[in-house]
Structure formats: C-alpha cells, structure tokens
C-alpha cells in the first residue's frame, strides 16, 4: 500500500484521538453501522482531499466500511494531525498522503497521488482536486460518478465552473446543506476559531476590540462568541443585508479603513482576497493581532506586510511579528492560513457529524443515482438534510411536536383564516 505520512509510530496515540471523536459522532457512527452490513460503496473508488483530522478519519473509516477504496490527502498544509495519519494507515489501512507543514510540491504531489486511484467520487474541502482534475488531469473525468464539496470557498468556485459551462462532472455542495453550514461554519468555526487565537496568543478577550471581517455564517459565529466573552465587536462587511443584520445584532459596524484604527484583534472571514491590507496595517495601533479563518491564505496580505517591515521575528509557535517602518508591531498568527485549524483543532465532532454524516449519505445518493446526474453544481437532497438533523436530535435526547392532522389541513388551506 502506497502512503506518505510523518511517523508510522505516532499511530497509537493517532487511534486514541480517533476513537475520542468517534465518542462524540453518534450521526456518523449509526451511518457505519448500517455501511458495514449494506455495503452500499463497494466498487467505489473514494478520493478525499479533507483537512485530516480525527473526524475525517471517521469519515474515512465510515466510507471503508461502506465498501468504498478511500484514498486521502490534506486540503492544506498545515491541519493535518500527524499522529492521525500513522494511525490511517496502521491500523486502518487507508492509503493516506499528508505530512503536518508539508510545502507546495508535497502537497500536490499528494493530490496526485490520491487522483492516480482514477476515483468514482471526488470529495473536497476547497475544490483542489476538481480544480487539479479540470486544469491537468481532464482525462480522470470519464471515471468520476460526481464530486462532493465541503466548504463555502470550494462551493464559489464549482458554480464559477459551473458558470462558465466548464464543469465535467456533477458535484454536491455539501456545504449548502442546512445540517452543515447552520451548525459547522457558526458554531464550528466560531467556536474553534476563538481556541486557535487563544491557543496561539493567551490574549485577554474581555474588554478588548475584536474586528470580524465577514459576517456570513462563519463571520457570525465568531462575533457571537468573542462578545460572549466580552469582546467589544466590531464587523465590517460589504453586503447590506449582512451589515444590517450585525448593526441589528447589537454589533458596531464599520468600513476597516476605519477598524483598522480600533482593533486589539482583527480576523478575516469573507472568502477573498487582501481584505486586511498594506493600507490597513499602516494605521494600526502597536501590537495588533491578526488571523484569517478563511479556507485560503489569501485574505491578509501577509507578502504585502514583509515588504513594508524593517523587521520580522517569530514571537512563539503561530504568532510572526513585524515591525513597520513606524515602528509599530502587527503580530499574524499561523502565516495568514486557517487559524482554527494551524494553531488549534478545527471544528469540534461533534459538529463535524452532522458535515460528516451529510457527506457519507451524500456518497451515497452518488452511487445509487450513477449516471442520472448532469453536470451541475447540486444541493445535498433535502431527505438527507432532514435525516441528519432527526438522528442527530435522537442522539442528543431531544424530542420534538409532531403536526396534528388539524394543523396540517390549516396549513395546507388558503381558505381558513381567522
Ligand atoms: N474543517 C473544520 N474543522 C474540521 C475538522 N475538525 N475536521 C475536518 N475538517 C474540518
């Protein structure tokens, strides 16, 4: 079995820390149970390209024992979880190509390693392998039944392909699913993306001036938690109804020309590029911090920074400062990349089950509609959406009303009012 991991010998503490997830993904759990005795993915070649950590092993995991050939690699460089991998292999025998920190030529040499595997199904968590399928590799098309994809950022660009009329094959956003982004980017994200500061800088939230940049379901979670830890908030955003919705929410919102004056902490979550700036570091107070919880590390320009710098030092593990020309320091955590994945461990399992079980469910839709599906950029079936949400209900305890047949005919009626 071909692999390129760190350490084969990290593999025991590796299957602790995938069992300790596990623990906590009763959705993905009750999935396998059924994969294993149904088998619905046998024959079915599986290539991941996930942020591999203990609940992508889980996920892993599940798809093998629904049949499938599962071959996985790392959709960045820097949130792979060595001891998970050693793990993958050894005692799950999953092909798996990922090394923590690993540069740019290893970490497409892995995506190509996974797509040698000529998939079935491609899943992604921000579209490098269709991306890598579409520009280099187009003869893999032919094989593929369709495409997952986990994240907002991978979703804009298969509905730019798709835009275009370049698409190959079909392709599910996973990410648009109400299980998924409602739960995993808000709670998710907020949360981790809190510990990854926190972890990375120890700094005191309560009282000081925390700018979220973006305020879609990330960006909103992220505000919600900081100012529940007594974080005075401060959103900019460049869509009024999401700026209205944060004024609304009790939040001071402002161009980040003007933020940029303000903040103690700024954290970029929009998806695009250079949001903080060469223009925006200019004005900042000595000490600033800045991250990006964005898939890409596009969102700072942390190139722009050096260049304006008369000095860079490594402060501790995750925080680079550099000292302007002013004299003033801005400190970027984890190089500019995802911060609640490089310093932290991304999103807790127990919201990474709902993602994860929308996932397997979704691969198998795939497999039962083989050949039915155009090439297009699909919504995960609402069936599936309501699935995860009821087992994850039965999993937590939570009981819920059902309509009385009296209720349905009202709502179903134009007739009775008043
Ligand atoms: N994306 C964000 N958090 C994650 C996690 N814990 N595992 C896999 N993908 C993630």
């Known amino acids: 079995m071909k692999y390129d991991i760190k350490d084969l010998k990290l593999a025991k503490e590796g299957k602790l820390r995938i069992e300790w997830a596990e623990e906590r993904m009763p959705v993905l759990r009750l999935i396998r149970e059924r994969f294993k005795k149904e088998k619905p993915l046998k024959g079915t070649v599986i290539a991941c390209c996930l942020h591999v950590t203990t609940e992508t092993a889980n996920l892993a995991i599940t798809l093998k024992a629904g049949g499938a050939d599962v071959r996985l ?218 991250a990006n919880s964005g898939h890409f590390d596009v969102e700072i320009n942390v190139k722009g920074l050096k260049k304006m710098s008369k000095k860079t030092r490594k402060m501790k593990q995750f925080v680079n400062e550099y000292t302007l020309k002013n004299g003033r320091r801005v400190n970027v955590l984890g190089d500019g990349r995802l911060i609640n994945l490089a310093a932290a461990e991304g999103h807790p399992a127990s919201v990474m089950d709902m993602s994860f079980a929308n996932q397997a469910l979704t691969s198998e839709f795939i497999k039962k509609n083989a050949g039915r599906l155009k090439k297009q950029v699909y919504k995960v079936p609402l069936n599936i959406d309501e699935k995860v949400a009821r087992l994850k209900l039965k999993a937590m305890g939570v009981q819920i009303d059902t309509l009385t047949q009296e209720q349905k005919e009202y709502l179903a009626s134009w007739q009775l009012g008043t």
């Open 73 to 290: 690699c790392a959709s960045n460089p820097l949130s792979t979880q060595d001891s998970v991998t050693a793990s993958l292999v050894k005692d799950y025998k999953i092909p798996t190509f990922a090394v923590n920190g690993e540069d740019n030529k290893r970490y497409y040499s892995h995506i190509n390693a996974v797509l040698d595997a000529k998939p079935n199904i491609t899943m992604d968590d921000g579209a490098d392998l269709v991306s890598m399928i579409h520009k280099k590799r187009q003869n893999l098309a032919e094989y593929i039944l369709a495409g997952t994809e986990e994240t907002t950022t991978g979703v804009i660009r298969l509905r730019s392909l798709e835009k275009k009329g370049l698409l190959l094959f079909p392709v599910f956003a996973i990410n648009d699913a109400q299980t998924k982004h409602f739960f995993d980017n808000r709670y998710g994200t907020g949360q981790s993306t809190i510990d990854g500061i926190l972890r990375a800088t120890n700094v005191l939230l309560s009282g000081c001036k925390f700018v979220v940049c973006g305020y879609g379901w990330c960006g909103r979670g992220v505000a919600m938690r900081a100012s529940g830890m007594g974080a005075n908030v401060i959103v900019c955003e460049v869509d009024p109804l999401k700026a209205l919705e944060a004024v609304m929410d009790g939040y001071r919102v402002m161009p980040i020309d003007c933020a940029a004056k303000e903040g103690d902490v700024f954290l970029s979550t929009t998806g695009d590029i250079n949001v903080i700036d060469t223009k925006h570091f200019i004005k900042m107070k000595d000490g600033a911090i800045v």
